[in-house]
Nanobody, 125 residues
Framework: VQLQASGGGLVQAGDSLRLSCAAS????????VGWFRQAPGKERGFVAA????????YYADTVKGRFTISRDNAKNTVYLQMNSLKPEDTAVYYC???????????????????WGKGTLVTVSS
């Protein structure tokens, strides 16, 4: 199983960026999928997630209204559309997948089996 996050880069405050997480070896439609981020000097934290059924989403308060998680089952890819980016959004972003969880349950990182390598997002002021 491999999750590959991509799409990071250097942008200015207020800009938008879309991250992608492509999976091989598992089918996203059977998994809850989440995005997490780790800023320099901080612990990795939850950003957004889809439930395993794809029927619900959940967002961290800090990104609610600015970020949107979506999924393309045909491409087996999950996206994170990030709008109105702020310098405090600067972090390495990771995608992760776990079978059978609700979107809110994805806030708990313990027990998540599959993690991708991160992609760096840098937002300049």
């Amino acid at each position: 199983v491999q999750l590959q996050a991509s799409g990071g880069g250097l942008v200015q405050a207020g800009d938008s960026l879309r991250l992608s997480c492509a999976a091989s070896g598992l089918t996203f439609s059977n998994y809850a999928v989440g995005w997490f981020r780790q800023a320099p000097g901080k612990e990795r934290g939850f950003v957004a997630a889809f439930s395993w059924s794809g029927g619900s989403t959940y967002y961290a308060d800090t990104v609610k209204g600015r970020f949107t998680i979506s999924r393309d089952n045909a491409k087996n890819t999950v996206y994170l559309q990030m709008n109105s980016l702020k310098p405090e959004d600067t972090a390495v972003y990771y995608c992760a997948a776990e079978r059978g969880r609700t979107a809110q349950a994805m806030t708990q990182q313990k027990g998540i089996d599959y993690w991708g390598k991160g992609t760096l997002v840098t937002v300049s002021s």
